[in-house]
């Protein structure tokens, strides 16, 4: 562990932008950058989620590194998964310079995480602050791609938080809220302000976490139930029948795998458990 002091070892608001004025860097809504400077926030991140000497943590987008170095402290390693040229570049040095002796625990992919297959360690925990034009999409290819990633705790946008832990008849239940449970427990986990980031979004930030559970028992395959749950979805406010009608190749057949797996053809997809969307995708015709 760092005999560094927290306090000269993670990054405040003058180190984010003497980094950032020296890198050239000025954060680009493209990829939904904003900063974490307030060193209190990425404690309170890493103490959230439970993140232990035996973890290994991947980590998406970690920017300048202010939870990279948060992690680093308490986690056995930490892989970074970057984007960003400049910013994958720079990032070793950083740690290299704050947390020389925690360095060599340190890796880094430079890579769209939507297309990582593969990483240098088998991740067991991922902690992120996610870029919020793409955090439901990441997220769920993390979570599929990497199934020794037993916990999971995510900064992203307070509407976007709401939507994943939503359970079925909430209004803003939706098709993130059912993926997500798939694979895992979610529940909010926080609420984080505006003002702990540079540049400051103009929306709220949330936290969640998810643990991860068994998917439902069905012999139907994900991408089937997730078929289900995309067509249930895509014109809300409609009846199962009308709204699967695409899906199943006619109404009639809608009706038909909603009797065979016990929902009244009336329902809507907001009322439904990701293991009834399972049942629906079994019975298909």
């Not at 809300?236 to 929902?263: C, D, F, Y």
């Amino acid at each position: 562990m760092s005999t560094t002091e927290p306090s000269d070892v993670l990054l405040g608001p003058a180190d984010i932008r003497e980094l950032a004025s020296a890198l050239g860097v000025r954060p680009t809504k493209q990829r939904g950058q904003n900063f974490v400077i307030d060193a209190n926030t990425v404690r309170r991140i890493v103490r959230t989620a439970g993140v232990r000497e035996d973890d290994v943590v991947v980590e998406v987008g970690p920017g300048l590194g202010s939870l990279t170095l948060a992690l680093l402290e308490a986690a056995d390693k930490v892989v970074a998964v970057e984007i960003d040229d400049v910013l994958a570049a720079a990032l070793p040095a950083t740690i290299l310079a704050r947390l020389p002796e925690r360095a060599p625990r340190f890796s880094l992919v430079h890579s769209d995480a939507m297309k990582v297959d593969e990483l240098p360690e088998e991740p067991t925990a991922l902690v992120a602050n996610l870029p919020y034009n793409v955090a439901v999409p990441v997220l769920l290819h993390m979570l599929d791609r990497f199934p020794t990633i037993d916990r999971t705790l995510v900064m992203v946008q307070a509407e976007v938080a709401d939507r994943l832990a939503a359970a079925p008849g909430n209004k803003v239940y939706g098709v993130p809220s059912v993926k997500a449970n798939w694979y895992a427990e979610v529940k909010r986990a926080g609420s984080i302000g505006r003002n702990v980031f540079w540049p400051a979004p103009n929306v709220d930030s949330g936290l969640v976490s998810l643990v991860r559970r068994d998917p439902p028992k069905t012999t139907a395959a994900k991408s089937e139930v997730f078929a289900v749950v995309d067509a249930a979805f895509a014109q809300r406010r409609k009846t199962l029948r009308a709204a699967l009608a695409g899906w199943a190749g006619s109404p009639a057949a809608a009706e038909t795998a909603l009797v065979a797996a016990g929902i009244s053809p009336q329902a809507r997809g907001e009322s439904l458990t990701v293991e009834e969307f399972a049942r629906i995708a079994e019975a298909k015709p």
